[in-house]
């Protein structure tokens, strides 16, 4: 009894006394950060022939065949579940399944597809009980072993990269040192025994130059004048301050923390800022005026200056002489400790279900190259996602792209759509989000702004899609949004594309003007 995309009929059936224990519990989702079990439990019907009995172990079996495969759920009560499943038909939108009993002695439990008419699974049933089982799971981090610290003179490190070393011995690890200065032969050396590499912001970065830039192992920096060789950004800015603003937190690293606004010193510190031209895979999980402070680039993400990272690397939003180790409160201290256990690959890659980066590209948001949407001038970034290996499906959470406020009584329309095979939208829309122009109109500059979606699921991860960016309402063809473009640079996987009548035809795609955009979502396999 597989569902195909047209509900198959089927039989109502009247059955005595019949008990199907349905006690196994079905893994659904796993992950590190939870697990979600389902079971049912005292599925009674009325009456029953030893046939009888064999329809309900096929419907047992339907329901639960199901529920393995679901992506998400709208509804979860004692007599009733609908869920999601991957897309079954090929029109790259996933199904969605119900079923459902009244909880009325006698009453049929129903199958609904796609909403709709409800289909007839047994009628007379007695009582049919679903109970949800959750659990949260927090994924442990094995302590790297061996930290190899760059300091000014291994033989004699300051007072303060000593306070580094004590405060790491303290966690567990087993910290080597390195004079900066020394050759790229002997940094080679001590990679290779060493788990992860720690730079600190107390040696000269023109010591270290290039000598990191193809580590094999991760790297956590906080000298931002490296950030240029190890492919984070082009330059640096700083400021004194306390604070960073936590951008996002549903990362490894900074997830024992609220968005916003985190204290990391106790009194004004040196707070860096990525500046210029941004890796195309850089992903900023902390702020500084709006630009990355606590930022990260996982192993193969296009890194700045061309090619793609061969480690992880992590810029730590801190140091600039005179900075003071000692002034690193206990959430400074929780950023640096889980930025190596990160860096050092000591923690767990993400599960399916665990949200991750699937797409990221970004430009420096003083440039002024732009697109300006209005009635029937729309724009869209086709992509195509990064998975992990053996990822069978995948589904898109949120997405952040760059916007300038520029007319008012405007509202966007923000959609994902399938591609063509010329890396066009196609005129199916699998989600719109409506935007009024009041909740960026205090964008007075290229601004991130954040949307969510819900039901863009099952995708293909060999195909790619297009977020589409297109104006719903505008008095007097004013523009609605002025998005932010490159003028030559290319962004991985990622094409940039306009109409200027409605969707009726799109340009070719353009591989040099493409816009800041960061997709995320969640995975299965």
């Known amino acids: 009894m597989r569902h195909s995309s047209t509900i198959p009929k089927r039989a109502g059936y009247t059955l005595t006394e019949l ?4 006690t196994a519990a079905t893994m659904l989702m796993t992950g590190m ?3 979600i079990l389902i079971s049912s439990s005292a599925f009674q019907m009325d009456a029953g022939s030893q046939a009888n009995k064999g329809v309900a172990a096929e419907i047992q079996a339907d329901l639960t065949a199901d529920l393995q495969h679901a992506l998400s759920f709208s509804e979860r ?3 009733a579940v609908t869920f999601t499943v991957p897309d079954r038909d090929g029109d790259f939108v996933p199904e969605t399944i ?8 006698g009453d049929p439990l129903t199958y609904t597809y796609n909403g709709g008419t409800p289909v007839t699974l047994a009628g007379d049933v007695q009582r049919f009980n679903l109970t949800y089982l ?10 790297p072993e061996n930290v190899l610290l760059v300091v000014t003179n291994s033989s004699t490190p300051t007072s303060e990269e000593q306070e580094r070393v004590d405060l790491l011995e303290s966690w567990g690890y087993t910290v080597n040192l390195i004079t900066a200065s020394s050759s790229q032969a002997s940094y080679d050396s001590a990679i290779a025994t060493n788990d992860v590499v720690y730079v600190n912001e107390d040696i000269g970065s023109g010591d270290v130059a290039f000598k990191l830039q193809d580590s094999p192992i991760g790297v956590v920096s906080e000298e931002v004048f490296l950030a240029d060789e190890l492919g984070l950004a082009q330059s640096g800015q700083y400021n004194d301050l306390k604070d960073i603003n936590i951008v996002d937190n549903t990362h490894y690293i900074t997830s024992e923390f609220d968005t916003g606004s985190l204290r990391i010193f106790t009194n004004d510190q040196e707070v860096y800022a990525l500046d210029g031209t941004l890796a195309g895979g850089l992903v ?3 702020e500084y ?6 930022a990260i680039l996982d192993t193969g993400a296009y890194r700045y200056g061309g090619g793609t990272s061969t480690s992880r690397r992590v810029q730590l939003p801190w140091g600039y002489n005179p900075f003071d180790f000692s002034r690193l409160n206990a959430a400074g201290e929780t950023i640096l400790r889980r930025s190596i256990d990160w860096a050092g690959e000591k923690v767990a890659a993400a599960a399916a279900g665990d949200e991750i980066q699937l797409f990221a590209y970004d430009i420096d948001p003083t440039d002024t190259y732009e697109f300006h949407v209005q009635d029937g001038k729309w724009l869209a970034e086709y992509f195509t996602p990064t998975l992990p290996d053996g990822a069978t499906s995948w589904s898109i959470t949120r997405v952040r792209f760059r916007v300038r406020e520029d007319h008012e009584d405007t509202t966007l329309q923000l959609q994902i759509r399938p591609a063509d095979g010329s890396l066009k939208p196609t005129t199916t829309v699998l989600e719109t989000v409506s935007v009024d122009w009041t909740e960026f109109q205090s964008h007075s500059t290229h601004e991130w702004f954040e949307i969510n979606f ?5 995708l293909d991860p060999t195909l790619g899609y297009c977020f589409v960016i297109k104006q719903a309402i505008s008095p007097d063809n004013d523009h609605a949004a002025r998005i932010l473009r490159d003028a030559e640079n290319s962004a991985p996987n990622g094409h940039y594309i306009y109409t200027t009548n409605s969707g009726g035809s799109w340009s070719d795609p353009n591989a040099g003007k493409d816009i800041s955009l960061e997709v995320y979502g969640t995975f299965t396999n």
Do not use: H, K
């Open 19 to 22: 008990v199907a224990s349905m």
């Open 33 to 35: 950060a939870s697990a």
């Open 77 to 79: 009560t004692a007599n």
């Open 98 to 105: 119900r079923y459902a009993w009244s909880g009325t002695l």
């Open 134 to 143: 959750t659990r949260d799971m927090t994924g442990a981090a094995t302590t």
């Open 284 to 286: 900023s999980l902390g």
């Open 289 to 294: 005026s709006g630009r990355p402070s606590l």
């Open 454 to 458: 819900s039901n863009v699921t099952g």
